[in-house]
């Protein structure tokens, strides 16, 4: 069964740093892309960033290109998102996401995890 | 960016009643449309993928149909556990992925 765990979220304020991680399990983590994607309260989802399954390759919205950073430890199953220079606007439920790859392409998230409430204010 | 339209809002209907959702894309995504169900605190749940095929462990009661810019999700005959938020979003070009802003289904 896949499971993904996010942790990390709290209350900060503007200007400050946090560190979200995703701990993954019941699937060969290294094999897949995986995503963050956030929804701010009372509002829809938006794609934050992705990285592929060897760890090359992150992509980044462009709303927090330049202040997020998003990694992986394959050897730890865990996917991160480092976030720097937080707005009033980052704050939202971060959900982290497998995602549906096959032959060698990514397509849309399949497995979702439960999500941590990121919260920017002073 | 690929904006994705949802329509309506929110849709009122009775338990066992059909609903129709509606999703249109500001371009072409050709049949790279995935639908997700949420329900308050939950994260979203994959329904629909490649815009008419149900993930695993949907009943038959959803479907998708549609390709390139218009999109529809139809539930057959609603249950009680199916009111809750709606999302279409677009995987056209991985991963640079858009999502509508969501129909809720209401009980009426």
């Known amino acids: 069964e896949v499971q993904l765990l996010e942790s990390g979220g709290g209350l900060v304020q503007p200007g400050g740093s946090l560190r979200l991680s995703c701990a993954a399990s019941g699937f060969t983590f290294s094999s897949y892309a995986m995503s963050w994607v956030r929804q701010a309260p009372g509002k829809g989802l938006e794609w934050v960033s992705a990285i592929s399954g060897s760890g090359g390759s992150p992509y980044y919205a462009d709303s927090v290109k330049g202040r997020f950073t998003i990694s992986r430890d394959n050897s730890k199953n865990t996917l991160y998102l480092q976030m720097n220079s937080l707005r009033a606007e980052d704050t939202a439920v971060y959900y982290c996401?497998?995602?549906?790859?096959?032959?060698?392409?990514?397509?849309?998230?399949?497995?979702w995890g439960q999500g941590t409430l990121v919260t920017v204010s002073s | 960016e690929i904006v994705m339209t949802q329509s309506p809002a929110t849709l009122s209907v009775s338990p066992g009643e059909r609903a129709t959702l509606s999703c249109r894309a500001g371009q072409s995504v050709s049949n790279n449309l995935a639908w997700y169900q949420q329900k308050p605190g939950h994260a979203p749940r994959l329904l629909i993928y490649g815009a008419s095929t149900r993930a695993t462990g949907i009943p038959a009661r959803f479907s998708g149909s549609g390709s390139g810019t218009e999109f529809t999700l139809t539930i057959s005959s609603l249950q009680s556990e199916d009111f809750a938020v709606y999302y279409c979003q677009q995987y056209n070009n991985w991963p640079l992925w858009t999502f509508g802003q969501g129909t809720k289904v209401e009980i009426k």
């Open positions: 996401a497998k995602d549906y790859c096959s032959g060698g392409i990514c397509y849309f998230p399949d497995y």
